[in-house]
């Protein structure tokens, strides 16, 4: 047992002692209270790390890459299902995929017709009973639109798509007609009295005959007329309806000089001229006319599903091989030997998707197939002389494969790459202008804060069954750790241990308590809390190795909120979605705050962001404390000196500026990458891109912290008033600075007080830096705004003191 003073110094508390005993354990992580005290020194802190594995796992700190037989079964697959192609899938055929829609459709026909109560087995016969139950009102229009020939592709109610859908309902409610004329131009003309009849005489009857009324007919025209079975015009599908109402635009006209105009083509193209065999003379072969009509487009399909066979073959081989042999290297490495064991194998160490190694030989094997049904096609279209034969014998649906499997894999890999990169200086940037100024946390209450995260991993690492996965998570969790204590040390003394165990974490918040005239201070520490989210990027060697890790427990929930009275279970949850609902209130763009949310960004709302209320309180005593003369300065150019100084100087020097200030000395998210006392190298390329998260998240949590404690729960309006005084004052400097910014006023003759969190803007272009001011000030605006409307409203009905001890 090693004894422990701490101090800690408030402004409303007097000095106050403790006496904190670490026992030495055999394993680090344990659950129940206690279980995550800390030891002598940030090393011994995780001294027991190893020893809580069992013997037999030999875990190693890298992601799970694709190795040489990897490669090989990737290679090899790919071969054999390119061959497979050649032999069975072969040439994309027209007449086989119209035989096959044909088919298809003589199926769905007599189907349909049994249902309406047809009992024979004649398709023709099929086709008069649904014709004769169905009448179209547009059918009256045939002549309008080419004859029994052409109208069912002029006339766009009888389009097999949500056109020819929309355009029949709309003929019932109008009583017109819209299609095409001969010349593929906009043509409109009413339905004649001979049809009237079929438009429906109220608005339910005109849905019932525009819509259903119009299936049963598409159904009864898929395999032609009742006078010409299935040699007939038959109707367009989805495909060449919409090319039809397309070319009905006036930005289509039809060529001159004997060119084929795009109307022509799509003409052609359904009667089956287009594609139909030629003799020498250019004339068409007789019985050599393919339609492409919705029979064609249907056995498209089949074509499609023929293509996809070697394809999906070559995903079961690939990825059957990738599951088989990590489950016989999880078996080996967790020591199963039943099947009551399974259950410590994590799925993400085991299932072929999400991985670098499944990724990359899902790319392989499909290029590799790619490569040789192209070689084969060249090969064939080279021996007939017909460039034709390339195209109908390349297989479509493994090229879309390996394109998809290319840019999935390439945006992983920039993905991995942002996070080795860091922060850019825009982001950085914008990073400074998130420290609002308004709310503080001091030294103490920091610690307890930082030590509650720290048991939200520890208890979530205990109760985890995955012996690997609860691996992956200690290493994060050692890595937060050693970064914290490490930006800490440089006022804690080296042999202290820095979080914190659940008894004395408990017992510091009973004493402040007691000493404390208001405990809203334990309502922000519990707002960061929640917002806390583990196993995010440190943006280190190890990243990759954290990616899918989620937290599966709820520490807050089960511990910190039953070992205190003050912050219960509901009303943590409602603060926590008051921060949400605000962020979204103060955004204003739903699908921008979707887009946004990718990424990283998220951490920084997650992990606390301290500089936000702590930065400024500390920074003078921790100068100080590193030896910074700041004898002569005092107030607002004390705390900016200290901040930068702590920061490792100005940008332009080599250090952070303030922002790196504010970072190094605050906890959760913002700490994350801190490296040494010296500067800060990555500590806030949490974020890859900019776009106004650092700003809107504090300002979220500024409001809801207003409202939800400050006004709702203490009715302290005239904190909430100061608060909103110090953002208005912050919006000026924002206006001054935006001023500046487009004067060109250098960078000197900024006021000195200004926290914007960069010294050399240099670094980023003005255009960009007004852009992110910009932003930052409309956020700013609108909580400045939501607290006026706030003060208002809670000045008119002033709100219960809460019970004691709530």
Not at 325 to 335: M, N, V
Not at 513 to 540: I, Q, T
Request: net charge negative; hydrophobic share 45%.
């Amino acid at each position: 047992m090693e004894p422990l003073t701490a101090f800690y110094m408030d402004d409303d508390s007097p000095l106050i002692q403790y006496e904190i005993a670490f026992q030495k354990r055999p394993k680090l992580f344990m659950s129940g209270a206690g279980a995550y005290g800390g030891s002598s020194g940030a090393s011994e802190v995780y001294a027991g790390v190893t020893e809580s594995l069992e013997d037999e796992i030999k875990w190693k700190p890298r992601v799970d890459e694709a190795d040489k037989l990897d490669y090989i079964v990737a290679v090899s697959s790919g071969v054999l299902a390119g061959l497979i192609d050649v032999f069975y899938a072969g040439e994309f055929s027209l007449d086989r995929a119209s035989e096959w829609g044909k088919d298809k459709i003589e199926k769905v026909v007599m189907k349909v017709a049994r249902v309406e109560g047809y009992t024979g087995d004649d398709l023709n016969d099929a086709i008069k009973a649904l014709e004769k139950n169905h009448p179209l009102a547009t059918d009256g229009n045939t002549n309008d639109f080419g004859g029994g020939l052409q109208h069912h592709l002029r006339d766009f109610s009888h389009h097999f798509s949500i056109g020819g859908l929309f355009f029949s309902i709309f003929t019932q409610f109008t009583g017109l007609v819209v299609g095409a004329d001969k010349a593929g131009m906009l043509h409109v003309v009413p339905v004649p009295e001979s049809h009237r009849a079929c438009i429906g005489r109220n608005f339910q009857e005109k849905i019932a005959f525009g819509a259903i009324g119009w299936f049963f007919r598409m159904v009864s025209d898929m395999a032609g007329s009742s006078g010409s079975l299935m040699g007939g015009t038959g109707i367009p599908g989805p495909l060449v309806s919409f090319m039809k109402e397309l070319s009905a635009l006036p930005f289509f006209k039809d060529a001159g000089d004997g060119d084929m105009g795009f109307r022509l083509w799509v003409t052609k193209l359904f009667n089956g001229t287009l594609l139909a065999n030629h003799d020498e003379n250019g004339k068409i072969i007789k019985d050599s006319v393919r339609k492409f009509d919705l029979r064609t487009e249907i056995g498209i399909l089949g074509e499609v599903g023929r293509q996809a066979i070697p394809v999906l073959i070559n995903q079961c081989v690939v990825r059957g091989f990738y599951f088989c042999r990590r489950l016989a290297r999880e078996i080996r490495d967790l020591g199963i030997s039943g099947l009551g064991d399974l259950g410590r194998i994590a799925p993400e160490d085991i299932l072929p998707w999400g991985t670098p190694a499944m990724r990359r030989m899902v790319t392989v094997s499909s290029g590799v197939f790619t490569g040789v049904d192209i070689a084969d096609a060249a090969v064939r279209a080279i021996k007939s002389k017909n460039p034709v034969t390339f195209f109908l014998l390349v297989n479509y649906v493994g090229v879309a494969t390996f394109v998809i499997a290319c840019v999935v894999d390439v945006n992983a890999t920039r993905a991995d790459k942002a996070l080795e990169e860091g922060e850019s200086p825009e982001e950085a940037y914008e990073h400074g202008l998130s420290d609002l100024g308004c709310l503080k946390l001091d030294f103490m209450q920091a610690r307890m804060l930082h030590s509650i995260e720290h048991a939200i991993v520890t208890h979530d690492i205990a109760s985890e069954k995955h012996p690997k996965r609860a691996e992956r998570k200690r290493a994060w969790l050692k890595e937060w750790g050693e970064r914290v204590v490490e930006a800490i040390d440089l006022v804690w003394a080296a042999d202290a241990g820095y979080f914190l165990g659940d008894d004395a974490v408990y017992d510091s918040i009973a004493a402040r308590l007691e000493n404390s005239a208001s405990d809203s201070w334990l309502w922000l520490v519990a707002m960061e809390a929640k917002r806390f989210r583990p196993y995010v990027p440190l943006h280190g060697d190890n990243d990759k190795l954290y990616k899918g890790l989620k937290l599966g427990s709820d520490y807050l929930g089960e511990v910190f909120c039953e070992h205190q009275g003050i912050v219960g279970r509901k009303e943590l949850a409602k603060l926590d979605k008051a921060v949400s609902g605000t962020r979204g209130k103060l955004d204003g763009d739903v699908t921008k705050r979707v887009v946004g949310a990718a990424g990283t960004v998220v951490v920084v709302v997650a992990t606390g962001g301290l500089a936000f209320y702590f930065a400024p309180a500390i920074a003078p005593t921790l100068a100080a404390a590193l030896g910074l003369e700041a004898a002569a300065l005092q107030g607002a150019a004390l705390t900016s000196a200290s901040l930068a100084f702590l920061g490792g100087g100005a940008l332009a020097a080599g250090g952070a500026g303030m922002a790196g200030g504010t970072i190094l000395i605050t906890g959760g998210g913002a700490l994350l990458g801190a490296v040494g006392g010296s500067g800060v190298s990555a500590a806030t390329s949490m974020a890859l891109a900019t776009n106004g998260s650092y700003v809107l998240d504090e300002c979220a949590k500024l409001v809801a912290f207003c409202e939800e404690v400050l006004i709702g729960r203490y009715g302290d309006l005239a904190s909430v008033a100061e608060i909103h005084a110090v953002l208005e004052q912050r919006i000026v400097e924002l206006d001054v600075e935006i001023e500046a910014i487009k004067r060109g006023v250098p960078d000197g003759e900024v006021p000195e007080d200004n926290d914007d969190g960069t010294d050399d803007k240099d670094e980023v272009s003005p255009k960009k830096m007004i852009k992110t001011l910009n932003r930052s000030r409309k956020f700013m605006r609108r909580s400045s705004d939501e607290l006026a409307k706030a003060l208002r409203a809670a000045g008119k009905k002033r709100p219960p003191l809460p019970e004691a001890g709530r």
